[in-house]
């Protein structure tokens, strides 16, 4: 993949953003010279031309302003996400910041298109753009030399624009499609058909906002979804999926935690059901993300799937379960909240999105067992969420 390293693409944007930002303030000037130099009965064209740069240029010229100052100065100025400067809080700020303030409902269930979003809106400005081009070429063989600069300069502007744009999609490419943490093979790897795709646990609820176990979801603990990518970006931590009662083919969300290797290995098949357990033989599933440290034996990579619990049996007790029951899955209840359940078959395994920790504490991996990639390393290619910040959701 070209641009797959993120320091790499991310200062080709900047360059990039600067040189179509000179470029504004140098067809600004033009324009305004036009104006000044119009007659009555050309001056219409570049109004209009000015009007079109403004609603496209302009604003991304203030947005690429406020971005930097929030890149360097937002931490002095909020101190938290959730902190406001006036009544402007961080999480709109960055918003404005980075094209992405225009949300729709489905951006709960599917958060990736938040970065579409701004590659969409950053499309539409360079058709107005293409628009301003055209009626300056008309102009300009209308009423002389008024127009001509303007358009010269738009000619030349239009190539680093394209290459932005290139980049601008390899940017939200790279993170939601094509994030492959294991790289050293040169084989095409295949994957499950219920394996959805790779993600940084960076990107999660608890490692993005400042109040650590708090839903970035507006219903917290009452939303209903258990759309994978809406669970792992606005409620993964302490949110627990319990199912609402014990009935069959009911569909919950489970968490797996278990090592870098054995999460690339499952990533190309399924998940394999232990031979033992405490509530018999199974694939085991904590009910929320935290409460897999406590249940897991290797570390490192979190499974979030979407299970069917089938025909389920639900205990208060591991005494009362008992080999000789015919159920899909045993649900238990414990005392503490940290619930879990037993699915007896990879079958029942709907879809899985695999987080990954870049970052990993290798001397306590080392300790525990939890071996590396073949090239010794846990994670191979780490995504620098910070050349995301602001427009992850």
């Keep these: 993949m070209q641009l797959k390293n993120d320091f790499t693409r991310y200062r080709y944007l900047i360059r990039l953003h600067t040189i ?29 031309i000015l009007l079109l740069e403004v609603g496209s240029s302009f604003i991304t010229f203030l947005a690429n302003i406020l971005y930097v100052f929030l890149r360097y100065f937002g931490p002095i100025l909020f101190e938290s996400d959730r902190e406001k400067v006036g009544c402007c809080s961080q999480h709109f700020a960055w918003s ?4 992405t303030c ?17 590659f969409c809106v950053l499309i539409l400005f360079e058709i107005i753009r293409f628009v301003a081009f055209i009626l300056a070429c008309v102009c300009a063989n209308r009423y002389g030399p008024i127009g001509l600069g303007y358009a010269i300069l738009a000619a030349f502007s239009l190539v680093p624009a394209v290459v932005l744009l290139i980049v601008e999609y390899l940017h939200h490419y790279r993170i939601w499609f094509r994030y492959r943490p294991n790289t050293s093979s040169d084989e095409k790897i295949i994957y499950a058909k219920e394996h959805m795709r790779f993600l940084p646990l960076a990107i999660t609820n608890d490692q993005q906002t400042s109040h650590w176990q708090h839903s970035r979801c ?7 979804s258990r759309n994978l990518y809406h ?36 990533a190309t098949s399924e998940l394999k059901s232990s031979k033992t357990g405490w509530i018999g033989p199974g694939i085991y599933f904590a009910t929320s993300l935290d409460h897999t440290e406590f249940k897991a034996n290797k570390f490192g990579a979190y499974i979030c799937a979407k299970v069917d619990l089938g025909k389920t049996k639900r205990i208060r007790d591991p005494a009362q379960w008992s080999e000789a029951d015919q ?9 503490r909240g940290a619930d879990e359940f037993c699915v007896r078959s990879p079958l029942q395994i709907r879809s899985w999105i695999i987080l990954i920790d870049q970052e990993p504490n290798i001397p306590l991996l080392r300790a525990r067992d939890n071996e590396p990639l073949l ?3 846990y994670v191979e290619d780490p995504i620098e969420d910070i050349n995301y910040s602001g ?3």
């Design 20 to 48: 179509c930002t000179i470029a504004f303030i140098l067809r600004f000037i033009v324009l305004c010279t036009d104006l000044s130099s119009a007659k009555s009965d050309s001056i219409a064209f570049p109004v209009v």
């Design 96 to 99: 404005l910041s980075t094209l």
């Design 102 to 118: 225009i949300r729709c409902e489905c951006y709960q269930e599917h958060p990736q298109l938040v970065l579409i979003t701004r």
């Design 218 to 224: 507006d219903k917290g603990i009452t939303c209903l």
């Design 231 to 266: 669970v792992i970006i606005f409620h993964s931590g302490n949110t627990r999926y319990p199912p609402d009662q014990t009935t069959d083919n009911q569909i919950v969300v489970g968490f797996h935690q278990t090592s870098h290797r054995a999460a690339y290995a499952i």
């Design 327 to 335: 159920y899909d899955t045993v649900y238990y209840e414990h005392p």
């Design 375 to 377: 090239s010794g390393k």
């Design 391 to 393: 427009c992850l959701f």
